[in-house]
């Protein structure tokens, strides 16, 4: 019984003092720096076939609700559909838009 008491105190411990660490300090941008850093966000498109873009950004419930379109977090993704269309006029869309209830 006593073993468990210690035990449950350093667990309790820890996780108190990781709570602290990750609400203190900004640990997510300290782990997302070397991803982020790895490639360059707007890369010079060379020979361009096709695009292909996943929406997912439409909301189907509240779309039916309002009798007009809503759009969730993902609504970037079409606007930079969008504008890469405006950019490669030559090219091949595709659009494949999911909608999950």
């Not at 929406?55 to 379109?69: C, F, I």
Request: aromatic share 12%; glycine share 6%; net charge negative.
């Amino acid at each position: 019984m006593v073993g468990q008491l210690v035990w449950a105190k350093r667990l309790l411990e820890s996780l108190l003092f990781m709570s602290l660490l990750i609400g203190f300090f900004p640990v997510g941008s300290w782990l997302l720096y070397p991803l982020e850093s790895r490639y360059r966000p707007n890369p010079e498109l060379q020979q361009v076939d096709g695009i292909i873009a996943l929406s997912g950004a439409l909301d189907p419930m509240r779309t039916e609700l309002w009798n007009q379109v809503v759009v969730g977090d993902a609504a970037e993704r079409n606007f930079t559909f969008m504008r890469l269309e405006e950019s490669f006029q030559r090219l091949s869309w595709f659009i494949r838009v999911e909608q999950a209830v």
